[in-house]
């Protein structure tokens, strides 16, 4: 071995074990601060771990203001029917047993001005127009409101009273009952005159008399001739009274009036052969209105004349109207089938009928279906402005203000009048100098709150 050779194997030895005590330390120095950081992150100062527990600072609910028509509504349930509705009585016909003879009408089907309705005994019951009930017979020599709608009636279908004073059933107004009556394919009864001859009776006694005055000899005496003529001017007379009460006449079972047509059969209770008593039928008349039930809280709001919108959910269709009355007087509505006088009242809901006009006339598929009402109690009328009811806040003083946010998100509060709400809004009108304008945004809440005096809506 040479000197170099021996000189530098001790050199390259040292430099070796110099470079590992380097890495050793690097090695253990990056041990110690990922050490560190990890206790960093596990071990927090009671300090902090208070800081890092507290909730997220508390952040403000807002909601801009609009200009929008508001409106204040009523909701309730309703049943579509007719402005009339009439029970057909099948009694009052003919002496002995009364029995359906016929039935020319269905449930459901139009009935039009002069159409027979049904026949009890052989005898037509007959639809007219007007608006009073048929309540008495009407016979020849009669006079009256009844009297005069029965002229109108008449006239209405081609058959002229015109002679006769409105009102008094003449002459003509016979004669029109006979082509009524003829046009349905019946005669009319005739009026029999209470005690007393009978027209036929009183026409022989007139006969009597003129051949009696005209058989007397020339030389008769004058006192003989003027009693004659006496004689027959009285039977003319009393005949001319019979005549005027005799003739055809309308019993009371033998006519139905509806204030319109066409008319609609709601329902029949009666069949051919069956034995006629109580209604055989109900008709309705008029146009469709709807009739709904205000609850006690409710009444106070809604008020004649108020809009109202009609939906038919079974349809979808809408159609609007306007609240005709509302009763003074709490009923209750009856959960019986219609026309079922024994329902039990007491299972009803009680409260305030109310009676909705729609403004035009409403589809026939309408009738009888139960609807939704929606009536506005109030409204500003015109667009204003409006906030969240929830904005709106009321001071020991009395008086009312919002909260609008700054652009600076400061704040600052606006005294404001409130007027008509509706839909979770309510209308504010700003008190003078204080502006208040339309997309200014106002608190309505406060979310995250947690601690004394703080809320969150």
């Known amino acids: ?5 021996a000189e530098s194997a001790p050199r390259g030895t040292v430099f070796t074990r110099r470079r590992r005590w380097v890495m050793g330390t690097a090695a253990a120095a990056a041990l110690l601060t990922a050490a560190g950081v990890l206790a960093a992150e596990t071990i927090r100062s009671p300090a902090q771990a208070v800081a890092d527990a507290a909730p997220p600072p508390a952040s403000l609910l807002t909601a801009p203001v609009e200009y929008r028509v508001l409106k204040d509504s009523v909701i309730l349930r309703g049943t579509v029917t007719a402005e009339q509705s009439v ?4 009694e009052g016909g003919p002496e002995g047993t009364a029995v359906v003879t016929r039935l020319p009408v269905k449930a459901g089907g139009p009935v039009k001005a002069g159409q ?11 639809a007219l127009e007007g608006p009073l009930p048929m309540y008495r017979d009407l016979k020849p020599g009669g006079r009256g409101d ?5 002229q109108s009636a008449l006239a209405s279908l081609g058959h002229s009273t015109a002679g006769d004073e409105s009102g008094y059933f003449g002459r003509r107004t016979k004669a029109a009952v006979s082509a009524l009556y003829e046009s349905v394919g019946h005669t009319p009864l005739a009026a029999r005159p209470e005690g007393g001859p009978t027209l036929e009776q009183a026409g022989d006694e007139v006969t009597a008399a003129r051949r009696a005055l005209e058989d007397l000899p020339d030389t008769a005496p004058s006192v003989q001739r003027t009693r004659a003529t006496e004689d027959l001017a009285k039977a003319q007379e009393r005949r001319d009274e019979i005549e005027t009460t005799s003739g055809p006449m ?19 209770n009666t069949r051919v052969g069956a034995k006629a008593s109580g209604a055989a039928m109900v008709l309705s008349a008029g146009r469709l209105v709807v009739n709904g039930m205000l609850q006690p809280h409710q009444k106070g709001l809604v008020q004649p004349e108020q809009p109202v919108e009609i939906l038919s959910e079974s349809t979808g269709a809408t159609a609007s109207g306007t609240v005709t009355s509302v009763a003074d007087v709490m009923e209750t509505e009856s959960t ?5 006088g024994a329902a039990d009242a007491a299972t009803g809901d009680r409260g305030y009928p109310v009676v909705v006009k729609p403004a035009k006339a409403l589809r026939s598929d309408f009738a009888g279906q139960d609807v939704r009402l929606t009536i506005e109690a109030a409204s500003t009328g015109s667009r204003t402005l409006v906030v969240p009811v929830s904005a709106v806040s009321a001071g020991a003083d009395g008086k009312t203000t919002v909260t609008v946010v700054t652009p600076d998100d400061g704040q600052r509060r606006v005294r404001v009048t409130t007027g008509t709400s509706g839909d979770g ?6 008190a003078p100098g204080q502006p208040l304008a339309e997309g200014a945004r106002v608190v309505v809440g406060v979310r995250g709150a947690a601690g004394p005096g703080t809320r969150e809506r």
């Not at 027979?116 to 037509?124: A, H, Q, T």
């Open 116 to 126: 027979v309705l049904l026949e009890v005994s052989g005898r037509p019951v007959v």
């Open 336 to 340: 019986g089938p219609p026309g079922d």
């Open 425 to 430: 809004y309510v209308e504010v009108r700003p």
């Open 250 to 268: 309308v019993p009371a079972s033998e006519l139905v009036f509806l204030k319109s047509f066409p008319g609609r059969v709601a329902g029949v």
């Open 87 to 90: 029970e057909v009585s099948a």
């Open 1 to 5: 071995m040479t000197d170099t050779a």
């Open 146 to 150: 009844d009297v005069a709608q029965l």
